[in-house]
């Protein structure tokens, strides 16, 4: 069989994948003896993509495992950090600070970049939506957007912003939870009706499995929705899968299916939505009795977050390209509206303009190529992103 044409994970860790100008960096300094020089690397955003006011830091577990063994220090900024872009009178805080050899893991730029540039972004995302939900399960659904091999660390990066759920095994595996999912409506389709795919469905299907039952492949979905409630005995919900283009108004289908299964005395089964969905059809559904979102694209299509990795010391001596600001820097954030600082050194003591002392945010995880503090398991990180989206919703500062 003949190779597919994603990177595996040899490639990525031998460099196979990286922007060829670090290769040539990389001979030019063994070639002149430079490659002693010892530095200390920054890694910052500037704005961030459609007007967002705040960012999920996400990825960094994974940089930790492709630079374990390399002789690397990397202090950062927990995974999960809700961060906020530079302001006209700040200097961009850094999420990651690298120190050590250049030449030891300068050419792991592209696959470092990447790796915290597309899960910052999916993570954003998914904790945008999660607040348009007003809090409701929102389930990640996005992986036949993008490349196969990106799967787990999509599910990953959307768990961790605040999805409830994710549809792929192998997000599920990363994220030690089960993958959720139903049946797409090909199974109806091939079995003849609905009422012969739920109760196969039910049948079939490990019963630790939800028996949740997609109604909209035939008929009427409040029809369906009946049959649905009839055929399978534990039914926790209908899912509505209608695509944009034969919804007309979503909302009026959605109460007619909830009226028509109340009045019949299913008043306990749920009503979970998907198709389609972005931050303003969800919002908009909020308030209403649905219980739970399946969101796919808008998810998994989020902007990437355009960090960038700059030299700002050179053996001990600041130093910085034009447009950046040179010398070690510490990342600050106020704990009330997690306004970014900085400071020079790690004891400074700074305020935010809403009066309130910052706090040094940054920890040294990785020494010389070995960690100094355990994995951080991803329900753990996204317990700690919930945490933060709600001080800022308490303080009105979202
Ligand atoms: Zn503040």
């Not at 990397?74 to 961009?92: H, K, L, M, N, Q």
């Not at 999660?130 to 091999?149: E, T």
């Not at 649905?290 to 130093?319: H, R, Y």
């Amino acid at each position: 069989m003949k190779k597919l044409f994603a990177a595996d994970e040899k490639d990525i860790r031998n460099g196979y994948t990286k922007d060829v100008y670090f290769e040539h960096t990389k001979q030019i300094l063994e070639a002149k003896g430079l490659d002693d020089m010892e530095v200390s690397m920054e890694f910052t955003s500037g704005s961030l993509p459609c007007g967002w006011k705040w960012g999920v830091f996400c990825g960094l577990e994974e940089v930790l495992r492709l630079m374990e063994g390399t002789n690397v220090s990397i202090y950062a900024v927990p995974e999960g950090t809700v961060f906020r872009p530079r302001t006209p009178a700040s200097v961009r805080a850094p999420v990651m600070n690298f120190h050590g050899k250049y030449i030891d893991f300068g050419v792991m730029e592209t696959a470092i970049l990447g790796m915290i540039c597309q899960p910052t972004g999916v993570a954003t995302k998914s904790a945008r939506m999660k607040l348009a939900a007003k809090w409701k399960p929102v389930i990640a659904f996005g992986n036949r957007r993008m490349h196969p091999a990106l799967s787990g660390v999509l599910d990953r990066s959307a768990y961790i912003g605040g999805c409830d759920d994710v549809s792929s095994e192998a997000g599920g595996e990363l994220i030690e939870r089960k993958p959720l999912g139903t049946v797409p409506h090909v199974l109806p389709l091939m079995m003849g009706s609905n009422d012969a795919a739920f109760r196969a469905f039910d049948e079939i299907i490990d019963s630790s499995v939800p028996r949740i039952m997609l109604i909209d492949t035939f008929s009427d979905e409040r029809t369906a929705a009946i049959e649905a409630c009839k055929s399978v005995k534990n039914l926790m919900g209908v899912r509505l899968d209608t695509p944009g283009s034969r919804r007309g108004n979503f909302k009026e289908l959605i109460d007619e299916v909830r009226w028509e299964m109340d009045m019949n005395g299913f008043e306990d089964v749920k009503i979970i939505v998907s198709g389609g969905l972005d931050e303003d059809t969800v919002a908009g559904l909020a308030d209403t009795c649905v219980s739970s979102f399946g969101v796919g694209t808008s998810i998994s299509n989020a902007p990437t977050l355009d960090f960038s990795m700059d030299l700002v010391e050179k053996d001990g001596v600041p130093m910085a390209k034009r447009g950046k600001f040179a010398g070690r820097k510490y990342p600050y954030r106020c704990p009330r509206c997690f306004t970014m600082g900085v400071a020079l050194n790690p004891d400074e003591e700074i305020f935010c303009e809403c009066g309130e002392k910052m706090e040094m945010i940054e920890k040294l995880i990785m020494k010389d190529g070995k960690r100094v503090i355990p994995e951080v398991k991803p329900t753990e990180i996204r317990e700690y992103v919930v945490k933060q989206l709600k001080t800022l919703e308490t303080n009105g500062t979202l």
